[in-house]
């Protein structure tokens, strides 16, 4: 399953649209396949960051907030979304491997 996470440092990024930043990993029964990849956009978009979610064949979007445009926009494209995630990215990408990362997860370090 290839993934996205929307990031901002070393967090999962509070609002979609308002990021520059995302990390790509594929994560294979509860494993990393890859290094997670950095992707840096020159400016936030979430139109740009659904874009890169298309043509990166991503199956899964993790973000704290999303608009109603953009999270219809993935959904219609068979990208399923895991948001209103709070917390560092690492713990997000452990949850997520662990297969406990939900919709609304605090993460421990998130508190």
């Not at 956009?41 to 999303?66: F, Q, R, Y």
């Amino acid at each position: 399953m290839k993934v996205m996470i929307a990031i901002s440092g070393s967090d999962v990024a509070p609002r979609f649209d308002l990021t520059v930043e995302a990390i790509i990993v594929q994560v294979e029964n509860g494993e990393l396949t890859h290094e997670p990849r950095e992707l840096v956009l020159s400016e936030p978009s979430g139109d740009e960051l659904c874009g890169l979610a298309v043509s990166e064949a991503v199956d899964l979007v993790v973000c704290g907030g999303i608009d109603e445009v953009h999270y219809e926009y993935l959904a219609w494209k068979k990208i399923r979304i895991v948001d209103g995630v709070i917390g560092s990215y690492i713990e997000a990408l452990d949850f997520l491997r662990e297969d406990r990362l939900a919709a609304g997860t605090i993460l421990p370090g998130g508190e």
